[in-house]
């Protein structure tokens, strides 16, 4: 039979599909941290470049201002 005894629309509450492994809990605390890794150089990332305008900005506007 395929696809188990139940059919591929409807699954009961919790079924887990046999063909795909569950992960194991240090798969999935690695990939958790991996993820706040990734989360944290983003922002990281987008604060400086912030930061950089921001700077920008307010050389450009006491060059002005001085003028």
């Known amino acids: 039979m395929n696809g188990g005894c139940f059919s ?4 009961p509450m919790g079924y887990i599909d046999e ?3 569950a992960m194991s809990v240090y798969e999935s605390i690695s990939l958790m941290l991996l993820f706040g890794t990734f989360l944290l150089a983003l922002l990281t990332y987008i604060d400086h470049h912030k930061k ?3 700077a920008a900005q307010t050389y450009f506007d006491q060059l002005l201002s001085s003028v």
Do not use: F, G, H, L
């Open 52 to 54: 950089i305008k921001n």
């Open 19 to 21: 063909r795909v492994p």
């Open 8 to 11: 591929p629309e409807v699954r």
